[in-house]
Protein backbone atom coordinates (compact mmCIF):
# COMPACT_ATOMS: atom_id res chain seq x y z
CA UNK A 1 0.00 0.00 0.00
CA UNK A 2 1.53 3.52 -0.88
CA UNK A 3 0.75 5.99 1.51
CA UNK A 4 2.35 8.91 2.44
CA UNK A 5 3.47 7.48 5.45
CA UNK A 6 5.46 4.91 3.54
CA UNK A 7 7.03 7.88 2.24
CA UNK A 8 7.92 8.65 6.08
CA UNK A 9 9.45 5.22 6.79
CA UNK A 10 11.28 4.88 3.66
CA UNK A 11 12.59 8.45 3.56
CA UNK A 12 12.70 10.85 0.07
CA UNK A 13 15.60 9.26 -1.64
CA UNK A 14 16.75 13.28 -2.99
CA UNK A 15 17.05 14.57 0.14
CA UNK A 16 20.16 11.64 0.14
CA UNK A 17 22.22 12.87 -2.43
CA UNK A 18 25.32 10.55 -1.18
CA UNK A 19 22.97 7.62 -2.18
CA UNK A 20 22.31 8.83 -5.50
CA UNK A 21 24.68 7.15 -8.20
CA UNK A 22 25.87 10.35 -10.12
CA UNK A 23 25.42 9.77 -14.05
CA UNK A 24 28.56 8.15 -15.54
CA UNK A 25 29.78 10.23 -18.50
CA UNK A 26 31.46 7.67 -20.39
CA UNK A 27 30.42 3.99 -21.33
CA UNK A 28 31.82 1.28 -18.78
CA UNK A 29 29.84 -1.73 -19.67
CA UNK A 30 28.78 -3.83 -22.92
CA UNK A 31 25.38 -2.34 -23.04
CA UNK A 32 26.55 1.32 -22.55
CA UNK A 33 28.96 1.01 -25.38
CA UNK A 34 26.26 -0.13 -27.69
CA UNK A 35 24.33 2.22 -26.67
CA UNK A 36 27.21 4.94 -27.41
CA UNK A 37 27.38 3.55 -30.81
CA UNK A 38 23.69 3.50 -31.52
CA UNK A 39 23.23 7.55 -30.27
CA UNK A 40 26.36 8.16 -32.55
CA UNK A 41 24.92 6.86 -35.40
CA UNK A 42 21.58 7.73 -34.61
CA UNK A 43 23.17 11.89 -34.70
CA UNK A 44 24.44 12.03 -38.23
CA UNK A 45 25.52 15.69 -37.55
CA UNK A 46 28.11 13.65 -35.43
CA UNK A 47 30.11 12.04 -38.30
CA UNK A 48 28.50 12.37 -41.93
CA UNK A 49 30.24 15.48 -42.38
CA UNK A 50 33.75 13.93 -41.82
CA UNK A 51 33.01 10.38 -43.96
CA UNK A 52 35.63 10.44 -46.85
CA UNK A 53 35.45 7.69 -49.94
CA UNK A 54 39.04 6.85 -51.18
CA UNK A 55 39.41 4.53 -54.05
CA UNK A 56 43.10 3.02 -53.42
CA UNK A 57 42.68 1.77 -49.07
CA UNK A 58 39.75 1.88 -46.37
CA UNK A 59 39.24 5.58 -45.28
CA UNK A 60 39.08 5.85 -41.95
CA UNK A 61 38.88 8.11 -39.15
CA UNK A 62 38.90 8.50 -35.15
CA UNK A 63 35.80 10.22 -33.99
CA UNK A 64 36.16 10.45 -30.02
CA UNK A 65 38.24 9.01 -27.44
CA UNK A 66 37.06 8.42 -24.14
CA UNK A 67 38.43 6.50 -20.99
CA UNK A 68 39.58 3.48 -21.92
CA UNK A 69 37.90 3.28 -25.40
CA UNK A 70 37.53 4.83 -28.82
CA UNK A 71 35.59 5.57 -31.76
CA UNK A 72 36.20 5.03 -35.40
CA UNK A 73 34.27 5.95 -38.36
CA UNK A 74 35.32 3.60 -41.36
CA UNK A 75 33.95 4.36 -44.98
CA UNK A 76 34.18 1.28 -47.82
CA UNK A 77 34.31 1.65 -50.84
CA UNK A 78 32.83 -1.70 -53.34
CA UNK A 79 35.31 -4.03 -53.06
CA UNK A 80 37.34 -3.22 -50.06
CA UNK A 81 37.83 -5.33 -47.18
CA UNK A 82 40.06 -5.58 -43.65
CA UNK A 83 41.75 -8.76 -44.48
CA UNK A 84 41.44 -11.52 -41.73
CA UNK A 85 42.12 -10.20 -38.21
CA UNK A 86 41.20 -9.74 -34.82
CA UNK A 87 41.69 -6.65 -32.36
CA UNK A 88 44.01 -8.18 -29.29
CA UNK A 89 43.29 -7.20 -26.36
CA UNK A 90 40.24 -4.85 -27.34
CA UNK A 91 36.65 -5.62 -27.02
CA UNK A 92 33.81 -3.69 -29.81
CA UNK A 93 30.96 -3.02 -31.08
CA UNK A 94 30.50 -2.53 -35.02
CA UNK A 95 27.86 -0.80 -36.41
CA UNK A 96 26.75 -0.61 -39.88
CA UNK A 97 25.95 3.11 -40.54
CA UNK A 98 25.20 3.21 -44.31
CA UNK A 99 24.62 0.26 -46.99
CA UNK A 100 25.75 -3.59 -46.41
CA UNK A 101 28.87 -5.28 -45.34
CA UNK A 102 29.57 -9.18 -45.34
CA UNK A 103 31.53 -10.86 -42.25
CA UNK A 104 33.09 -13.60 -42.98
CA UNK A 105 34.50 -16.21 -39.77
CA UNK A 106 35.36 -19.76 -39.09
CA UNK A 107 31.62 -20.06 -38.91
CA UNK A 108 30.52 -18.67 -41.92
CA UNK A 109 29.49 -15.82 -43.79
CA UNK A 110 26.99 -13.27 -42.53
CA UNK A 111 24.97 -10.20 -44.47
CA UNK A 112 25.28 -6.60 -42.32
CA UNK A 113 22.54 -4.76 -43.29
CA UNK A 114 22.26 -0.62 -41.93
CA UNK A 115 21.16 -0.55 -38.52
CA UNK A 116 22.98 -4.27 -37.65
CA UNK A 117 25.56 -4.07 -34.57
CA UNK A 118 27.77 -6.77 -33.36
CA UNK A 119 29.38 -7.15 -30.31
CA UNK A 120 32.28 -9.05 -30.00
CA UNK A 121 35.56 -10.15 -27.46
CA UNK A 122 39.39 -10.10 -27.49
CA UNK A 123 40.54 -12.61 -29.83
CA UNK A 124 37.69 -12.55 -32.39
CA UNK A 125 38.70 -13.08 -35.82
CA UNK A 126 36.95 -11.81 -38.58
CA UNK A 127 36.83 -10.57 -42.28
CA UNK A 128 34.72 -7.76 -43.07
CA UNK A 129 34.09 -6.89 -46.67
CA UNK A 130 31.99 -4.48 -48.92
CA UNK A 131 30.42 -7.16 -51.26
CA UNK A 132 28.05 -4.61 -52.21
CA UNK A 133 27.96 -2.61 -55.43
CA UNK A 134 27.45 0.33 -53.08
CA UNK A 135 29.67 2.23 -50.77
CA UNK A 136 29.71 1.71 -46.97
CA UNK A 137 29.99 3.38 -43.63
CA UNK A 138 30.41 1.54 -40.35
CA UNK A 139 31.26 2.81 -37.13
CA UNK A 140 33.28 0.75 -34.54
CA UNK A 141 33.58 1.20 -30.84
CA UNK A 142 36.83 -0.67 -29.27
CA UNK A 143 37.49 -1.00 -25.08
CA UNK A 144 40.00 -0.86 -24.36
CA UNK A 145 41.08 1.78 -27.40
CA UNK A 146 42.82 -0.52 -30.36
CA UNK A 147 46.22 -1.02 -29.89
CA UNK A 148 46.71 -3.56 -32.27
CA UNK A 149 45.06 -5.36 -35.17
CA UNK A 150 46.80 -8.69 -36.09
CA UNK A 151 46.51 -9.80 -39.73
CA UNK A 152 45.69 -13.81 -39.93
CA UNK A 153 46.47 -15.25 -43.07
CA UNK A 154 43.04 -16.49 -45.04
CA UNK A 155 43.90 -19.97 -44.39
CA UNK A 156 42.91 -19.93 -41.11
CA UNK A 157 38.88 -19.19 -42.11
CA UNK A 158 39.59 -22.41 -45.05
CA UNK A 159 41.40 -24.79 -42.42
CA UNK A 160 39.34 -27.53 -40.72
CA UNK A 161 40.85 -25.76 -37.80
CA UNK A 162 39.07 -22.82 -38.41
CA UNK A 163 40.53 -19.86 -36.62
CA UNK A 164 42.76 -20.10 -33.75
CA UNK A 165 42.15 -16.53 -32.31
CA UNK A 166 38.12 -16.81 -32.34
CA UNK A 167 38.39 -17.79 -28.57
CA UNK A 168 34.18 -16.48 -28.18
CA UNK A 169 31.58 -15.62 -30.67
CA UNK A 170 30.12 -12.59 -31.81
CA UNK A 171 26.93 -11.09 -31.03
CA UNK A 172 24.34 -9.57 -32.29
CA UNK A 173 22.63 -6.59 -31.34
CA UNK A 174 19.25 -6.07 -32.62
Do not use: K
Not at 36 to 61: K, P, T
Not at 88 to 116: F, I, K, M, N, Q
Not at 125 to 144: C, F, G, Q, R
Request: with cysteine; net charge negative.
Amino acid sequence: MNSDSDLQIAGDILEVPHLLQPPREHPATVAEFVGLARSIAADRSQWEHLVRYDAASRWYHRLRTGPGYEVWLLSWVPGQGSGLHDHGPSSGVLTVLEGALTERTERGTRALAAGTQRVFAPGYAHEVVNDSLEPAISLHVYYPGLTEMPMLPQSHLRSAGGTPNARCSMAEVL
